[in-house]
């Protein structure tokens, strides 16, 4: 049974955006056909993957055929199974979310294109991570890559978004380059191409450490991890909100799983594996939070904030690979549970932020925080999804971040006593590094929230803004609830995550054991007790002393403007200033020379350092250089025979 509703899964969600192909594009009849495909294919496909986990199965497929390096074979493990839950949620979310988001009757010119190719890209994910042949998971892997490339440039009479779209594109196929020679080499030392465990001694170390370099550069650039992360704000910021949360929750993690699959085919990793990719973990996670912080479009600092949580879900995979060549299966068990569950979390709070964040700019038509403000008391809704997805960004309890942020603690603060020397180090800058991003995470979403939600509007469009329809607001409740569930009661998904471990270790330390299960619904109960009675009081305090309209000093606060207000700049500032070695921002402020002064107006912007300038302006001047040789095509027929006997005669010199 379990087989087969896998197979369904993966059928009907790749056929699910094809009958909207043969319908009207001014009706919403497709539309709804692909939601309802799209629903049972997600309904199948996650039931087989609770199956897989609670029994600790595998399921297995394979079938012959002409290419080299052995079968076409499937294997569906509680790895691949953990990485397909957060596939098939919130493929059915976002998909009910774009009936209202993305109407067909609405977009006639993209609404199909932009359905067939979201059932296909779901499809190819889940079909790579059940992939055991290097061929076949290459091919998986492109057509995620073509159908994300199709989705983010769904509105091609954008030019940001075409500009996005062709920069991932070469990002998406630079990594695929990378993962061919991951692929040819692993095939030249192994005999075969089937992804499995290998022994120790069965390929040389050189080979072995080349294979994971590869591996982490080309998995890595699909994670979004720094420094390869330069595609990723401009996809996020330009693809259609419930596209963006689906790149955010789900897409990226693909780069995850690829490098989490490709540590576990070596069964004896060296050390200092584990010390790189905690390393690059806590780079992109410090740097993703402080970049975050200095940006003014809401949808690219979401982006920023992806790249800090792939950080952070690295420092798990890492503190699992030391675990592993340590023997230590306490840090293996909280190393990768840690992670996995952090891919599930941020799947959840990523997506909810974004789908907050797409009503948002849906009402008021801007992604500029500048020109938004005052939305809380227009989309109750809307805000509150915001503020639950911003606080468990933020590792705040009861939330879910807080639980797999605390496993990941508990792994690093335990390698203190257990690891041997080199690694102790590494481990006490971790723990200062994941302590700083969750305050820095907290402080960049005080500013989002009090800027977007609170105040006054700051435009006409924002003070007509209007609460979204059902079809937005119920998924923004479910993915509330799920943050929930999991902060309040982790041991639901303990057993999930001691099955994926057991596929590094065979004795399995239960997750119940080495983090405070109990303590932790205890005190997340108490918290939401303290928090419902508290707003129950000022509702009543509110109730008994009406606010009075008119005050004899008022400090000017009876008639609140936007232009009173803090903006994201002015609130941000001084941490942008202080890392201002690090982000080097561009200021355009005026220069005060008399005393009454015309008025004038400040800017700031936080260029990206490695793609605004560094790849972008290299590509320019490439493009220039290229540009120049047009002068050698002439279109004279004689110059042209000229080219040929000069080419000859050069050739003749070195023959």
């Not at 939600?453 to 799920?482: D, I, N, Y």
Request: glycine share 10%.
């Amino acid at each position: 049974m379990i087989g087969p509703c896998f197979l369904i899964s993966w059928s009907v969600l790749a056929a699910s955006g094809v009958p909207s192909l043969f319908m009207s594009r001014e009706r919403n009849a497709g539309q709804w056909t692909a939601f309802i495909m799209n629903v049972i294919g997600s309904a199948a496909g996650l039931y087989a993957s609770f199956a897989v986990l609670l029994t600790r199965t595998e399921i297995a497929w394979s079938f012959s055929w002409t290419m080299p390096g052995g079968p076409l074979l499937l294997t569906i493990d509680a790895l691949s199974a953990a990485f397909m839950i957060p596939v098939l949620l919130l493929s059915a979310l976002n998909s009910l979310y774009g009936l209202a988001y993305w109407k067909q009757s609405e977009n006639p010119g993209n609404g199909r294109q932009l359905r067939f190719y979201y059932g296909i890209m779901a499809a190819a994910m889940l079909a790579l991570t059940a992939a055991r042949h290097g061929v076949f998971f290459l091919i998986a892997w492109e057509i995620m890559a073509l159908s994300g490339y199709f989705l983010l440039t769904a509105q091609d009479d954008d030019e940001k978004a075409r500009e996005a779209g062709w920069i991932y594109f070469v990002a998406a196929h630079f990594s695929t380059l990378v993962l061919f020679a991951f692929f040819a080499l692993y095939g030249a030392a192994h005999g075969s191409l089937i992804m499995e465990r290998i022994g120790g001694g069965t390929i040389d170390s050189s080979t072995a450490n080349a294979l994971f370099l590869l591996a982490l550069l080309g998995f890595g650039v699909k994670a979004g991890l720094f420094p390869v992360h330069g595609w990723l704000p401009p996809a996020h910021a330009n693809a259609p909100s419930h596209i963006s949360a689906f790149f955010s929750g789900v897409f990226i993690k693909m780069g995850v799983y690829g490098v989490i699959r490709a540590a576990w085919m070596f069964s004896d990793p060296p050390v200092w594996w584990g010390m790189l990719v905690l390393a690059l973990g806590m780079t992109s996670g410090l740097l993703g939070v402080i970049y975050a912080i200095g940006q003014h479009d809401i949808k690219r600092l979401l982006a920023y904030h992806s790249i800090e949580n792939i950080g952070i879900i690295f420092l798990g995979v890492g503190l699992g690979l030391i675990g592993i060549h340590y023997r230590q299966n306490a840090l293996v068990a909280l190393g990768f549970a840690g992670a996995v569950l952090h891919v599930w979390n941020h799947g959840l709070f990523k997506s909810l932020l974004f789908l907050s964040a797409g009503s948002a700019i849906h009402a008021v038509h801007t992604r500029e925080i500048d020109r938004l403000g005052g939305l809380a008391k227009r989309m109750p809704w809307t805000s509150l999804g915001f503020l639950i997805g911003a606080a468990a960004i933020s590792g705040l309890p009861p939330l879910n971040g807080f639980v797999s942020e605390l496993a990941i603690y508990l792994g690093l603060f335990h390698s203190l006593h257990t690891a041997a020397s080199p690694s102790l180090g590494m481990a006490v800058l971790s723990i200062a590094s994941l302590a700083f991003i969750g305050g820095l995470a907290a402080a960049c979403f005080v500013k989002v929230y009090g800027i977007v939600f609170l105040g006054e509007p700051r435009t006409p469009s924002a003070q007509q803004a209007k609460e979204s329809s059902l079809f937005m607001t119920v998924p923004l409740m479910v993915l509330v609830f799920f943050c929930f569930a999991i902060g309040l009661f982790p041991i639901l998904v303990t057993p999930l995550l001691d099955s994926v471990v057991t596929l590094w270790s065979g004795d399995v330390e239960p997750l119940a054991r080495l983090v405070p299960l109990k303590g932790l619904t205890a005190i997340g109960v108490v918290l939401c007790l303290a928090i419902f009675t508290a707003l129950l009081y000022l509702r009543k305090v509110r109730n008994l002393f009406p606010h009075e309209e008119i005050g004899t000093w008022d400090c000017g606060y009876v008639r609140p403007q936007a232009r009173m207000q803090y903006t994201a700049s002015s609130f941000a500032q001084m941490i942008v200033d202080f890392f201002g070695w690090i982000l080097w921002p561009v200021k355009k402020e005026p220069v005060l020379r008399e005393l009454f002064p015309e008025a004038s107006s400040f800017h700031s912007r936080v260029p990206d350092a490695i793609m605004d300038r560094g790849i972008l302006p290299f590509f320019r001047i490439l493009s220039n250089w290229i540009e120049s040789l047009k002068a050698f095509q002439s279109g004279i027929l004689q110059v042209y025979i000229l080219y040929i006997f000069l080419t000859l005669f050069i050739l003749l010199i070195f023959i």
